[in-house]
């Protein structure tokens, strides 16, 4: 079902984000049209439609790069920055869909249509509802970028089209997924949709956590091994060790520079030499290399 609404609102294309129902969010707003567009709601205390960009990159979108869906907001805060930007704090209020643009060559403006949810099965949604919110804190958990706020708002929702589009407005997702989103009408599909997007995400997130886990266990191990290494050194010095392992590599160079090989078994055996230069030669690998060597 869908419901004209009466009068036509200005228009606020978004790069990179798309803002639900009920979500409060932050915007930094920098496009010529895109102020003015401000300046005109704040001026006539008007609500303010929010629609993606199809190319986030396009610093001046035409009317068919916008989406038609997208949500009406109320502008909570407005503050304007030295550089000529503006911060504006608005709130995700209503779904629409755009229907008419308005000829204003100042900003855009549209007619819009106010979008009614379909609620779907009571039952698999309310299933669906207590999945969500276990696997959003199970992401939440892992991600470590969204607020203990967020996190509260979603656990304290009794309303399943609520929780939805809280939980849909903080995936790391891409744009295209959270406008389909957005463009769900149906709670019950809608849960679903997010429900999988969590699971997806998780599956990233914890391949993601093994890959760092091993490679700073790596680093670790490497690390360690030089300190030992470097320590060994520094021991041997000491002892006097260092000066009978410098003379022992000088007699292996003088060894194999005076030994009739072949090319190959000397370039092998040069190969060997300056690997054992660079152990300690109290090292278990530094006696296999000399064994090598010296046979």
Do not use: C
Not at 127 to 149: D, H, M, P, T, W
Not at 173 to 193: D, F
């Amino acid at each position: 079902m869908t419901s004209p609404l009466p009068t036509p609102f200005p228009v606020l294309p978004l790069r990179d984000i798309v803002v639900f129902p009920h979500m409060i969010v932050p915007l930094f707003v920098g496009r010529e049209k895109s102020v003015r567009a401000l300046d005109e709601v704040m001026r006539e205390d008007k609500q303010i439609l929010l629609s993606s960009q199809i190319d986030p990159s396009d610093d001046d979108p035409e009317i068919d790069g916008i989406y038609k869906v997208g949500v009406l907001a109320n502008v909570l805060q407005l503050l304007k920055l030295p550089d000529g930007t503006v911060k504006v704090l608005v709130e995700g209020r209503d779904r629409v869909r755009i229907t008419e643009y308005v000829d204003n060559e100042n900003y855009f403006e549209a007619h819009a249509e106010a979008l009614d949810e379909e609620l779907g099965d009571k039952a698999a949604i309310q299933a669906l509802v207590g999945s969500v919110a276990k696997e959003f804190e199970r992401y939440v958990k892992i991600r470590k970028n969204v607020s203990e706020e967020a996190l509260y708002q979603v656990a304290e929702s009794k309303d399943a089209s609520k929780l939805a589009d809280l939980v849909s407005g903080h995936l790391s997702v891409e744009v295209e997924k959270r406008q389909s989103l957005l463009e769900m009408l149906s709670v019950a599909e809608r849960l679903e949709a997010v429900y999988g997007l969590i699971q997806g995400e998780l599956e990233v997130l914890q391949v993601e956590k093994k890959i760092k886990t091993r490679v700073r266990s790596q680093m670790e191990r490497t690390q360690k091994e030089y300190y030992l290494n470097e320590q060994m050194k520094a021991i041997q010095k000491e002892l006097g060790d260092g000066e009978d392992g410098s003379n022992e590599i000088t007699e292996i160079e003088e060894k194999i520079a005076s030994t009739k090989l072949s090319k190959e078994a000397r370039d092998k055996a040069e190969s060997e030499l300056k690997k054992l230069k660079s152990m300690s030669p109290m090292s278990a690998e530094a006696t296999v290399v000399r064994n090598y060597l010296d046979w």
